[in-house]
C-alpha cells in the first residue's frame, strides 16, 4: 500500500526567508510520481510541482524546488523567499500504482504554513 | 477554457436524502477522479474512471456511486446520506500521460448532512 507521512501540522516563517515542508512516502512500486499541491484558505487545490522516480534532477518551478531523496523515501517542498501569499496548506501527493492496471493519488494530511510579516 | 467545473458550490442535506453532484471538464481528459476532504485531512479517493464507461472504486467509495458515459462528465450519487459523509468534495481530471500527471482540480462542493 502507498503512504505519504507529513510529519509538519504546522509551520511558521518570516517574510523572505526559505523553508522546506517535509514529506516521506512508502511504496513497493518502483515508477511512481510525487507532488505538492497548495491549497489557500479559499478552498482550491493548486498545483505546485512533480517529480518523477527516474527523474535524475530535482524538479524546480520558480520559487519552489523539489528536495528528491530517493535512498531516503523523501521529497521535502523548498519554498525561497517567502511571501506572504504563499501562508495556506501544503500536501505531498504520490502517484502510484495501485493495482487493477490503474495509478492512484494517496495524498498526506497536510502542513499549514504560515509566513510572518 | 473553463477546466473542472462542479456544482453545487454548497449543499445541506437532511439524514436519508439523496443527491448527485456534478463534475465536468473541457480537457478532454481520459481520467476523472472524485475526493472527500474531511477537516484537517488530506484527501481521500472515492472513485475514478480512466475513460468512458470504465469507472472503479477508490479507498473509501461505500455510501457512493458513478457513472461515466461521456468524456466530459462524472457525477457523483450520494444514496442515504448520513452524517459521516460531511465533507468537502473534489472533483479532478488528468492526462496521466509520461508528458502530464498532473491532476487538476475543480473547486469543490462543501456538503453538510443534518
Known amino acids: 500500500a502507498q503512504k505519504i507521512t507529513q510529519t509538519q501540522p504546522g509551520m511558521f516563517v518570516q517574510e523572505k526567508e526559505a523553508v522546506t515542508l517535509d514529506c516521506t512516502y512508502d511504496?513497493?512500486?518502483?515508477?511512481?510520481?510525487l507532488f505538492w499541491y497548495k491549497q489557500p484558505s479559499s478552498g482550491e487545490m493548486i498545483f505546485l510541482i512533480y517529480?518523477?522516480?527516474?527523474?535524475?534532477q530535482n524538479a524546480t518551478e520558480g520559487r519552489y524546488s523539489l528536495n528528491f531523496q530517493k535512498a531516503r523515501k523523501s521529497a521535502n517542498l523548498v519554498i525561497s523567499a517567502s511571501q506572504l501569499g504563499d501562508s495556506a496548506m501544503y500536501f505531498c501527493?504520490?502517484?502510484?500504482?495501485?493495482?487493477?492496471?490503474?495509478?492512484?493519488?494517496?495524498f498526506g494530511k497536510g502542513t499549514k504554513l504560515s509566513v510572518i510579516p | 477554457n473553463a477546466g473542472v467545473t462542479q456544482t453545487p458550490k454548497f449543499r445541506i442535506l437532511k439524514i436519508g436524502q439523496s443527491m448527485t453532484l456534478q463534475c465536468a471538464q473541457d480537457m478532454n481528459h481520459n481520467y476523472m477522479y472524485w475526493y472527500r476532504q474531511d477537516p484537517g485531512m488530506g484527501l481521500k479517493l472515492i472513485y475514478y474512471s480512466v475513460g468512458a464507461g470504465i469507472t472503479d472504486k477508490g479507498e473509501v467509495p461505500n455510501g457512493y456511486n458513478v457513472s461515466r458515459s461521456t468524456t466530459e462528465d462524472f457525477p457523483l450519487r450520494l444514496e442515504l446520506a448520513a452524517p459521516s459523509q460531511t465533507s468537502v468534495y473534489f472533483c479532478?481530471?488528468?492526462?496521466?500521460?509520461?508528458?502530464?500527471?498532473?491532476?487538476?482540480f475543480g473547486p469543490g462542493t462543501r456538503l453538510t448532512v443534518t
Open positions: 517529480q518523477g522516480s527516474y527523474d535524475q
Open positions: 479532478a481530471s488528468s492526462q496521466d500521460t509520461s508528458l502530464n500527471y498532473e491532476q487538476y
Open positions: 511504496t513497493s512500486d518502483p515508477s511512481y510520481g
Open positions: 501527493a504520490m502517484r502510484a500504482y495501485s493495482g487493477a492496471g490503474s495509478y492512484q493519488l494517496t
